[in-house]
């Protein structure tokens, strides 16, 4: 097969165009997981009974490759993808993997269609790692058959224009997730209910769903990203604040980032210019009658989501109750804690930063 012809970056619309090749792996309950195999990109061939299909037993994750100025290609905390892929794969009893063989085997596949990186500011190889079961036959079983393959996706800015802060529609008709149920882990099963509800959020004049959780309407996600909330309390202390990991919430890499960004500053093992120098960081429950009754006391700071994708979403409204909860943006569309947060993470993204949380694909 000759290779694909490269899009012009500026063209790029996220998850549209895939480079030349991908990564197989198969798994037999009999055999274990086979050989790696990197081939051209293609379509994968699949009984109607495969129970994939059926009973979704499918996940993925999502993670990005950057090429920095000095050409060095470098992917992002890719051991946190691993670890949650598999524990993803344990909740549908999926098999399990070495996640150290298989960053190897994306790293090959990687250089090999290294020219699909974008050499652009902000753009970057996205990458979709993916395990479905494969076995054709009909009954709600562990598979025993399965497949893991990788594709990978050039991709531009999420916002190629600068921040646009987004409004929230405060979801209560639907939720995303319960406690014991999967939201919790990185399953196809846990997307797909959820575009009825955001378009329901867009007939009403917002971009996404802030999903809230119980009589109370505690805070859990936006959209499919993570939330932190930045509030002031009554002593003028500034509080980061995201929900907890209580078996709702998805673990994100990004997450993990931002909290650890911001408790180096705190304690002084970094210090991130822009941030205030006091700043409490809270894995802590949040409602919206604590953002209600902050933004009405003029402590409401800021409201944003992160996730691989946009890394850092800022939000400007709330819809809640027939009402729209303002909060407050920066004139370049992001707060004052999200900021200087997102101007560390993307410059060790990129390399500008150096940091033992990139991996090296290519020098």
């Known amino acids: 097969m000759s290779p694909k012809e490269l899009p012009p970056s500026k063209s790029l619309i996220f998850g549209r165009t895939f480079s030349d ?49 000095d050409g060095t290609v470098t992917m992002f905390r890719p051991d946190m993808n691993m670890k949650r892929m598999n524990i ?92 014991g149920g999967t939201g919790a882990y990185k399953l196809a099963a846990n997307y797909a209910p959820g575009v009825v509800a955001q378009k329901s959020a867009a007939k009403q004049g917002y971009a996404q769903n802030l999903w809230l959780h119980g009589p109370e309407h505690w805070l859990t996600e936006v959209g499919t990203m993570n939330l932190f909330a930045v509030i002031k309390d009554k002593d003028g202390i500034t509080e980061l604040i995201t929900p907890p990991l209580d078996g709702m919430i998805l673990p994100g890499v990004t997450r993990d980032s931002v909290l650890a960004l911001a408790r180096n500053h705190v304690s002084g ?63 370049d569309g992001m707060g004052p804690v999200s900021k200087p947060l997102w101007t560390e993470l993307v410059g060790i993204q990129t390399g500008n930063i150096k940091s033992n949380w990139n991996y090296v694909v290519a020098q």
């Not at 009999?30 to 061939?45: D, K, L, M, Q, Y």
């Open 21 to 69: 090749h991908m990564l197989r792996i198969r798994w037999t309950e009999a055999t274990g997981w086979e050989a790696p195999s990197i081939e051209p990109f293609g379509t994968i061939n699949l009984s109607p009974s495969a129970t994939v299909l059926h009973y979704a037993q499918s996940l993925f994750e999502g993670m990005k490759a950057y090429r920095h100025e």
């Open 88 to 179: 993803s794969a344990q909740r549908l009893a999926l098999p399990a993997f070495d996640g150290n063989a298989l960053l190897e085997c994306i790293k090959e596949l990687i250089s090999l269609d290294r020219q699909w990186i974008p050499k652009e500011p902000g753009h970057s190889l996205y990458i979709r790692p993916t395990l479905i079961g494969t076995n054709g036959t009909l009954g709600v079983a562990p598979p025993s058959e399965a497949l893991l393959f990788v594709i990978t996706s050039p991709v531009g800015p999420y916002y190629p224009h600068g921040f646009k802060p987004v409004p929230l529609h405060g979801t209560t008709e639907y939720i995303r997730a319960a406690p």
């Open 269 to 331: 093992v970094k210090r991130l210019g822009g941030l205030p120098d006091v700043i409490k960081v809270s894995e802590r429950p949040i409602n919206m009658g604590e953002i209600i009754q902050s933004s009405k006391e003029g402590r409401l700071i800021e409201l944003f989501g992160t996730g691989t994708a946009a890394v850092v979403t800022p939000v400007d409204r709330i819809g809640y109750n027939g009402g729209d909860v303002v909060i407050p943006t920066g004139k």
